[in-house]
């Protein structure tokens, strides 16, 4: 949805015709003011380099909010008659994103441009800034995560990390000097919106940080294969949980290592995929048919494979046994 642009804003371009409208986040480009002599004559200043020009941001939200009122002037919505007035009661020209897309995912701030007598250009500032003044509803707010994470956190083509700005409509800003930099990193991620906006991304991006269980691979018997990422009942936990299972070896501790990956929000998911993949992987541990394990043992067994103090060892195994 994009604001139509009223004839107002095209009379003071007599023959130069109207201001350009080739980009419609931007308030004007330098042809628009290319005619001073033209604007002045408009203006009733006869001379041009008596002119100031201001030009300034404001908030984007309210902005798209007074677009978006319809008014009793036939054909203008409530911005055009806000600029309209305005430009009357402080003979000033003032040009605006007239074609402002409403609903972007940008969140940047427009600009506005005022030309006129200095005394009548920040006469009109005041009025603009009274209404659409964005220092008062927009905060910036810095935080650490470490730069390990920030990929993570984007997401596959930047969709999580979108998700988060649309959501909270927030600006989310990580260092670009991380990409070309290959010995410093910047861990500082910079967000800007509204109080309650920021901190509500705040929250969404740490949660978003990797959450990382691991445990170690039990001894296989013998003639089994050991898991691995294409083994079937692997890739259809990752489908389901929505993680990330990784298999690291351990050749001094003749050991491996499973890692399960996935995000802080989606702690139970990781969680219960941990828990499965244990499960499963522990049916085909190395126990030697008829071979008789006293209770202790039983304990300390279950105790190693799930990473358990022993009092949880206890419970776990009394699951295991009871099918509870």
Not at 19 to 34: F, L, R
Request: aromatic fraction near 6%; charged fraction near 25%; glycine fraction near 6%.
């Amino acid at each position: 949805m994009m604001a139509s642009c009223s004839s107002f804003n095209k009379h003071i371009f007599l023959n130069g015709g109207p201001p350009s409208e080739t980009t419609s986040e931007i308030s004007s480009v330098e042809s628009d003011w290319g005619d001073l002599r033209l604007i002045a004559a408009q203006l009733g200043v006869a001379n041009p380099d008596d002119l100031h020009v201001e030009r300034f941001k404001v908030d984007r939200q309210k902005l798209e909010d007074m677009i978006k009122v319809e008014t009793y002037s036939e054909g203008m919505n409530s911005a055009e008659e806000f600029f309209t007035n305005i430009m009357k009661e402080t003979t000033t020209y003032v040009s605006w994103p007239c074609r402002l897309k409403i609903g972007a995912k940008t969140k940047k701030d427009p600009h506005i441009r005022i030309v006129g007598k200095m005394a009548d250009v920040l006469r009109a500032k005041d009025k603009v800034m009274a209404r659409l003044d964005s220092r008062g509803s927009r905060v910036i707010m810095k935080m650490d995560v470490s730069y390990t994470d920030h990929s993570f956190i984007i997401g596959r083509g930047g969709n999580n990390i979108k998700k988060i700005m649309e959501e909270t409509a927030t600006h989310i800003h990580f260092p670009d000097s991380n990409r070309s930099n290959p010995t410093e990193k910047s861990n500082q991620v910079s967000m800007c919106g509204s109080i309650e906006g920021v901190e509500r991304a705040r929250s969404l991006v740490r949660n978003s940080t990797p959450l990382l269980i691991s445990f170690e691979l039990p001894i296989l018997a013998p003639g089994k294969t050991p898991p691995d990422n294409d083994t079937p009942y692997v890739k259809e936990i990752e489908a389901e949980y929505g993680v990330q299972v990784i298999f690291s070896t351990r050749p001094k501790l003749h050991s491996s290592l499973v890692l399960v990956k996935g995000s802080e929000k989606e702690e139970r998911m990781v969680k219960e995929a941990t828990r499965r993949l244990m499960d499963l992987m522990c049916e085909n541990m190395a126990v030697s048919e008829g071979e008789d394990f006293s209770d202790e043992d039983q304990v300390l067994v279950v105790a190693n494979i799930y990473n358990f103090p022993i009092e949880g060892a206890i419970r776990r195994l009394f699951s295991l046994l009871t099918n509870y």
